[in-house]
């Protein structure tokens, strides 16, 4: 089975903080992303990456940046939280392959207060 | 831009009943995907469908690949109550790697 994990399941931070959410894959997977969700939003993709040192912009990569050096491991960092970024965080990773890739398997997520 | 409509919102149906939900959207979509979102955790790959007029099943879970592309249906039989949770659909957007998702069906059961 396809494991995601994801550092923390709760965070609290302050405004202003530098706040980095990590993922780990074990299924050796070339493509992985981080969603935000929020109710009555749905998910939204913030970053996603394709390959090592590679990185896309999503939807609402506004206030975040990402790190993936290692193929199994993917980071959202958070300059400078702000409350508005308050939010469940997803990540997800999918393999590359002709429809494979859009089998996404999500992890259980962070739940991220600033305060 | 492309978008995926679920309905409905919410269902709030009895232990034991049958339950259907769908998907539908402007564009012809050549992927769906069921997810499901169980309280607290994240969404978990429940079926996926490649093909127009595909029927695939999951246990007590069927879903199908609308003839037009542009819509997917969901039914879940003899509900119970670990089937809790908000269902998503998704689809890929076109040309590139991002999934699109539905804002979901949340499901309560009543024992």
């Known amino acids: 089975d396809v494991k995601v994990t994801q550092s923390s399941r709760y965070l609290v931070k302050r405004t202003g903080e530098k706040v980095f959410l990590e993922c780990v894959q074990d299924?050796?997977?070339?493509?992985m992303f981080w969603y935000r969700q929020d109710p009555g939003l749905g998910l939204r993709l913030i970053y996603f990456?394709?390959?090592?040192?590679?990185?896309e912009k999503g939807d609402i990569p506004e206030g975040y940046s990402v790190s993936r050096e290692k193929k199994e491991r993917f980071s959202l960092i958070l300059e400078s939280a702000s409350t508005n970024q308050t939010s469940m965080y997803l990540c997800a990773s999918s393999s590359t392959g002709s429809l494979r890739h859009y089998e996404q398997y999500f992890g259980p997520g962070t739940r991220l207060t600033v305060t | 831009g492309q978008q995926l409509n679920q309905s409905p919102q919410s269902m709030f149906i009895q232990e034991g009943e049958d339950v259907s939900m769908n998907c539908t959207s402007s564009?012809?979509?050549?992927?769906w995907l069921w997810y499901k979102q169980d309280p607290g955790e994240g969404p978990v790959l429940l079926i996926a469908l490649y093909k127009a007029g595909e029927l695939t099943s999951n246990g007590r879970l069927t879903a199908q690949f609308g003839i037009t592309r542009k819509d997917s249906f969901l039914n879940i039989s003899a509900s119970i109550p670990s089937d809790v949770g908000i269902y998503f659909c998704a689809g890929p957007n076109t040309g590139g790697f991002k999934t699109i998702f539905g804002a979901g069906t949340r499901l309560f059961v009543k024992a």
């Open positions: 564009s012809i979509f050549n992927t």
């Open positions: 990456s394709y390959d090592v040192k590679m990185k």
């Open positions: 299924m050796d997977h070339e493509n």
